[in-house]
């Protein structure tokens, strides 16, 4: 990395114009400068340019003054100098800089693969939002927005991956700045409807050729605040391709301490950096990783017809949703089945993250209608952290990697040969965390089949006890922060972390023009994780847990909708009876199944429920509520009374099933929506006292 300071001195805005007719005669380039300027401002904006571009020709500069304010620019050049390698439209640009960006870079280093492609990534979808990433927390009590500011702009001083940008060479490389200012922009409570504010943020995206990969938007907050008063919500905007999770809460870290010490961060500028990271990169040996993605990645499944290269999730469309932007869905567990889940796990000897992704591959196994032993593929981040380069779990910037993996999955074989199998899987992958995805796919070649869903188990650092003790003794309270969306560049992203409750979290961030919807999947996922714990011992099955993934749908064409209309006989789902009536006549209650509420809640309803009707489960379907009404019609023709149960959330596909039942003439059904943390008792209670009132 070369160290070349320079800033370009400016008291006012200059304008250029270039006549570049001479060139076409052999002649270089004129440049007519008018605006006050000064012969440092030329050579700083080539000095500049020298940086950037170390192979451009010297061209050597020659300012005439013709009076104030106007001036030309020629250049004289050895013989055969290639006129179009001169970057002549960035000196037009240097030249012509605003006060607030007129600052030029200091140091210059080589893009590592993996920025080289998150780069090319967001360059090939322009104006989407992707590789962009964003972060959010309440701040409860006193805010002092001058000393917010002053500390963000602290920590850009001392953090370079802050004040860092890719230069537009045809080798991407990074381009450190000497200063640059931070975006804090502050709105006050009312302004702005907080989800509104948190798409727009994201539709504009950020430029990763300007420095400044982090932008910092508060809504609310005032140095007084009383404890009722709405907490502020700070949102941080940041860009893949310089920075990941782990280093943006790295930087929140650091701006905490800013933030006590009055807006000023003790200490210099954060060594190593990711110029250092990137020249230990270039010293690594690449031979054993070579060998090792060469032996490990297996043939993937063939695509679901009707959806090329994309696994068959349920509400894989194809690549024609005739929807655009992305969706978001998410799901927690409870504190007690995360503690659960981690217990069952460590009896394995594997963590969550590798049950989570066994789940995965069982999905992905379901949902691709496989056949006895098959592979399922899908991509897995590694956090770039596990290697031998000192610093570098304290390092901001761009190590998050995805890597495929593969892995088959035999009906025939145990849950924890399946778990033992990733489990090894990964401490595999984990001494090649800095291999980038496009250098696997090169070293694999054709035995590497593209895969369209990434999972990420994410570790966060925390903020330390005594900066939670300074910032109480302010007033202060902060939540963590949770990560909105991440919007990668694959057709669906799932995210699991753990919240300050102890809940395991995840969520599923999904392109909507490839997919539709990923509630199901999502809800299968949870599913599966509170039920392993209970029914997977040492000698259970995968084609044993594969049948609570029955009422899953089984692919695209194979739901309502799809094919033929939603009233034909082979677009319903199955009912599960889970009490038939006690006599004829007696009616039926109908519950639709809750996102990722257990089969066994529903085994403890029936139990409880004291009614003589016929109790009945309706199975999550694509098609919804007409699909769900053909499944009811047998009861309904028989002229039974149907009273219908439901969860929080539920209540648009009840009552939808309630108007269809009625849209003949039928008479009025009893619906009853209870929210989604009341037990089997309770509701049991509620559904007696409502069916009381059918005739």
């Known amino acids: 990395m070369t160290s070349h300071p320079a800033r370009i001195p400016q008291d006012e805005t200059m304008t250029v114009v270039a006549d570049l007719g001479a060139a076409s005669h052999g002649a270089l380039p004129v440049l007519e400068l008018h605006g006050s300027l000064d012969t440092a401002r030329v050579e700083a904006a080539l000095d500049s340019i020298a940086i950037r571009h170390p192979d451009a020709p010297a061209w050597r500069p020659a300012l005439e003054t013709h009076g104030p304010g106007h001036h030309t620019l020629r250049f004289t050049a050895d013989a055969g100098a290639a006129h179009s390698d001169f970057p002549l439209g960035l000196l037009a640009d240097l030249l012509t800089n605003e006060p607030a960006s007129c600052v030029l870079p200091a140091r210059r280093a080589a893009a590592t693969p993996l920025q080289r492609e998150l780069l090319a990534d967001a360059d090939a979808h322009p104006g989407t939002g992707r590789q962009v990433e964003q972060l959010a927390w309440d701040w409860h009590g006193p805010l002092d927005t001058e000393r917010f500011t002053a500390a963000w702009r602290s920590v850009f001083d001392c953090e370079s991956v802050l004040r860092t940008a890719f230069d537009d060479g045809p080798e991407p490389g990074i381009v450190v700045h000497d200063k640059v200012e931070p975006e804090v922009v502050r709105l006050a409570h009312g302004t702005a409807d907080w989800r509104t504010l948190v798409e727009r943020d994201r539709s504009r995206g950020l430029d990763p050729r300007r420095p400044g990969p982090l932008r910092v938007t508060v809504l609310g907050g005032g140095p007084v605040m009383f404890a009722t008063a709405t907490p502020t919500r700070v949102l941080l905007t940041y860009h893949h391709a310089l920075l990941d999770g782990w280093s943006v809460r790295l930087l929140l870290r650091e701006f905490y301490r800013a933030y006590l010490a009055g807006g000023l961060l003790p200490g210099g500028e954060r060594r190593p950096d990711m110029g250092d990271y990137a020249q230990w990169l270039t010293g690594q ?115 998050c990697n995805p890597q495929p993996l593969s892995v088959v999955v035999d009906p025939r074989a145990t849950v924890p040969s399946l778990l033992a199998e990733l489990r090894d899987r990964a401490v595999d992958m984990a001494a090649y965390e800095w291999v980038s995805a496009g250098q696997i796919r090169s070293w694999a070649k054709d035995a590497l089949a593209p895969a369209d869903s990434l999972l990420a188990f994410e570790t966060r650092p925390r903020i330390p006890d005594d900066v939670e003790c300074e910032l109480a003794a302010l007033g202060v309270h902060v939540e963590p922060p949770e990560t909105l969306s991440a919007h990668t560049a694959f057709p669906l992203t799932l995210v699991a972390h753990h919240d300050g409750a102890g809940r395991l979290v995840l969520t599923a961030s999904y392109d909507q023009a490839r997919l539709a919807d990923a509630a199901e999947v999502l809800a299968y996922s949870v599913l599966l994780l509170r039920e392993l714990p209970d029914r997977a011992g040492e000698s259970t099955t995968v084609a044993q847990v594969l049948e609570l993934l029955s009422g899953m749908s089984a692919g695209p064409g194979s739901g309502p909708g799809r094919g033929g209309g939603a009233g034909e006989a082979a677009a319903a789902p199955a009912s599960v009876v889970l009490r038939p009536a006690a006599h004829s006549g007696a009616g039926t209650v109908a519950l639709v199944q809750a996102t990722g509420t257990p089969s066994s809640f529903y085994e403890r309803l029936a139990r409880a429920y004291p009614g003589p009707e016929e109790l009945v489960l309706l199975c999550p379907v694509p098609g919804g509520a007409p699909a769900w009404y053909c499944a009811l019609g047998p009861r309904i023709d028989a002229g039974r009374q149907v009273a219908f149960g439901g969860f929080s959330g539920d209540g648009v596909a009840v009552y939808e099933i309630a108007r269809l039942v009625a849209a003949p003439g039928g008479r009025p059904r009893v619906v009853v929506l209870t929210g989604a943390t009341a037990g089997a008792d309770e509701l049991a209670r509620m559904l007696d006292a409502a069916t009381r009132r059918l005739p």
């Not at 509400?315 to 995360?338: I, K, V, Y």
Request: glycine share 12%; hydrophobic share 45%.
């Open 285 to 399: 040996y690449t031979a054993p990783a070579q060998d090792f993605w060469s032996r490990s990645v297996p043939p993937g499944p063939a695509p679901a017809p009707g959806a090329p290269g994309l696994p068959a999730f349920p509400a894989f469309t194809g690549t024609d949703t005739s929807a655009t932007g992305s969706g978001r869905a998410r799901l927690r567990l409870t504190p007690e089945e995360t503690a659960r889940l981690a217990t069952w796990a460590a009896g394995w000897g594997a963590a969550e993250s590798t049950v989570l992704q066994a789940v995965w591959a069982l999905l992905l196994y379901r949902t691709g209608r496989a056949a006895g032993a098959a592979p399922v593929r899908f991509c897995t981040t590694v956090s770039g952290r596990g290697i031998l380069f000192d610093g570098v779990e304290r390092l901001p910037g761009a190590l």
